[in-house]
């Protein structure tokens, strides 16, 4: 069965540090991969996703993610984090040769911004 | 407005109620879903439908039930609450055709006592 895989449960930087949020996934063929951000108290908005071609994606607010087919990750990145980044990030993966869309998440990792 | 709406946002009720959870969308798109999000477990599926005649159960459907009234509208329902099924209740919607992305509503908190 598909999995996705994100290691840290917490992470704290400080702002203006980089950032890098990993996700693994298992799934026999290339998925279509996904990362939603939920602030607190709100539903979950789409940072950015990979469907094919370049393996580097941009999104928004400035975050990108890379997509590594020998590794079978997904890792999030942003150069400088904002105290308004806090918020859980979620790594998601659509398995591309299955019925019905269906979106396999992750647990989270939640972000704590430190000033 | 919002593209997807639910109702309510916050729900507490006792076990053994039954309670109804609501999605409206205004996106027209064909495709809704129902997650659940419990800490540390992220979404899991509750159910899907493909349009009003095509329901689907997910990964975790014992408990729940749904109906797709219209194209727009998408109900969960816990026939009878138990405390676990305490948890973030979302819905989505997606467009048919694989490259697109799902679109959330913003939550409701179900709390069973």
């Known amino acids: 069965a598909q999995s996705v895989t994100q290691p840290d449960i917490h992470i704290t930087v400080s702002e203006g540090a980089s950032l890098e949020l990993r996700c693994n996934y298992s799934?026999?063929?290339?998925?279509?991969l996904f990362w939603y951000v939920q602030s607190p108290g709100q539903g979950l908005q789409l940072l950015l996703k990979?469907?094919?071609?370049?393996?580097l994606v941009q999104g928004i607010k400035g975050f990108e993610a890379e997509f590594k087919r020998s590794q079978s990750s997904f890792n999030l990145r942003k150069p400088s984090v904002h105290w308004s980044d806090a918020a859980e990030y979620f790594c998601?993966?659509?398995?591309?040769?299955?019925?019905?869309?269906?979106?396999?998440f992750g647990a989270g990792t939640i972000l704590r911004v430190k000033s | 407005d919002a593209d997807v709406t639910q109702t309510p946002r916050n729900r507490i009720t006792k076990t053994g109620k039954r309670i109804m959870l609501e999605c409206s969308q205004t996106?027209?798109?064909?495709?809704m879903y129902w997650y659940r999000q419990d800490p540390g477990l992220g979404l899991r599926l509750i159910y899907y439908?493909?349009?009003?005649?095509?329901?689907n159960k997910g990964e975790i459907s014992d408990g729940y039930s749904v109906s797709r009234q219209a194209q727009a509208k998408f109900s969960l329902s816990l026939e009878s609450a138990i405390p676990n099924q305490t948890a973030l209740y979302f819905c989505?919607?997606?467009?048919?055709?694989?490259?697109?992305?799902?679109?959330f509503g913003p939550g409701t908190r179900l709390t069973v006592l």
């Open positions: 799934y026999g063929a290339t998925p279509y």
């Open positions: 989505a919607t997606m467009r048919a055709g694989i490259t697109d992305t799902q679109y």
């Open positions: 990979y469907f094919s071609g370049d393996t």
């Open positions: 998601a993966v659509l398995p591309t040769m299955e019925y019905g869309n269906k979106l396999v």
């Open positions: 996106k027209g798109h064909d495709r």
């Open positions: 439908s493909f349009d009003v005649k095509d329901i």
